[in-house]
């Protein structure tokens, strides 16, 4: 293990040219990024989730009731002991050949059947209130760390000019502040990963995994080598969308339609202007010219930079979806569902299809794109969570 440990910190990995690990040891005089920092973080990730529960239950959820969001989900489907077995043992999407099957044991037509195991389907996800209270939670520690973030830079030198990041590299002190936000941040994001397999599944699951995966190894990396700075300034970049996504979630939910497509607008054009604009010429551009003329390459700094990149296809890839969403509000007058959504359309929508009043609403993932759940067209939801 300690070999194992020893090739892993390799010196010449991580740190430029002629710097070691001893010489970034703490002293009297400055206080530098320590490797057993990070610890600290998953302590504090699960205490982020129990503060997140208590927040849900005692904050989010009243405010949800004193909004008239109501706390059941969508219609139950029937009991009924065959489908029920199929359901849970064999497959919860049965093909075309098992519906068939189905119906002459059972006999119930095959669009009935379909309608069951959509019921079935939907009866697994959570209701309306429980969303709105994870985005109130979501949307809440945004703006605290937001707001936090822009308070700490503001003070700083790096924000006003990005080659303060570089300049004395890697000798620059670690400051309270500093290492309260870093951590805080990290802390959150490791509790995000983890409560993903628990919250709200949604169609982008692996991407979204993915994401959290690069932004904790992005933040891991960069405190260990004490990029902290510039590792701010992506930080507060990220935090400022998904505020604005969150409240548009909540409005949604809340059924405040023209508050919501306000609130989307402002979180499309903040996204796309800070992901697709600010984000490559002010980040990227500082962290592969300017502390190239500054420092130097190294090869921690080419894993650094690499996963830099890696957000911004990810960026890319939700501003197609953002703006994909958008083009069909304009076309419907207003947002009402997105590439995310996670409830399937419901019985109701599939009786007026048999009937042969389409409603001209855009599928989604093979399905019509509303739903049952609280009788409201659901997800404003878009694509871009840290």
Known sequence: MAGILAWFWNERFWLPHNVTWADLKNTEEATFPQAEDLYLAFPLAFCIFMIRLVFERFIARPCALGLKIQANGPQKAQHNAILEKVFTAITKHPDEKRLEGLSKQLDWDVRTIQRWFRQRRN??????????????????????????????????????????????????????????????????????????????????????????????????????????????????????????????????????????????????????????????????????????????????????????????????????????????????????KDDRSDIESSSDEEDAQSLGKKTHVPATNGTSGSNGTNGYLTRTACPGEQ
């Open 123 to 336: 009866q697994e996800k959570p209701s309306t209130l429980s969303r709105f209270c994870e985005s109130m939670w979501r949307f809440t520690f945004y703006l605290y760390i937001f707001t936090y973030g822009v308070r700490f830079l503001k003070k700083t030198s790096w924000l006003w000019d990005t080659r303060d990041c570089w300049y004395n590299y890697p000798y620059q002190p670690l400051t309270a502040d500093l290492h309260y936000y870093y951590i805080v941040e990290l802390s959150f994001y490791w509790s995000l990963m983890f409560s993903q397999f628990t919250d709200i599944k949604r169609k982008d699951f692996l991407i979204m995994f993915m994401h959290h995966i690069a932004t904790v190894s992005l933040m891991t990396f960069s405190y260990v080598n004490n990029m902290v700075r510039v590792g701010t300034l992506v930080m507060c970049l990220h935090d400022a969308a998904d505020i604005l996504l969150e409240a548009a979630k909540m409005a949604n939910y809340a059924k405040c339609q023209r508050l919501c497509d306000v609130l989307f607008v402002m979180f499309a054009l903040v996204f796309i202007i800070t992901r697709l604009g600010i984000y490559p010429i002010w980040i990227l551009n500082t962290t592969v010219f300017e502390s190239w003329d500054v420092v130097g390459p190294y090869p921690s700094w080419w894993v650094f930079n690499l996963l830099l990149t890696l957000l911004q296809v990810l960026h890319c890839f939700w501003s197609y979806l953002i703006v994909k969403i958008a083009c069909k509000a304009v076309s419907r007058g207003k947002v009402s």
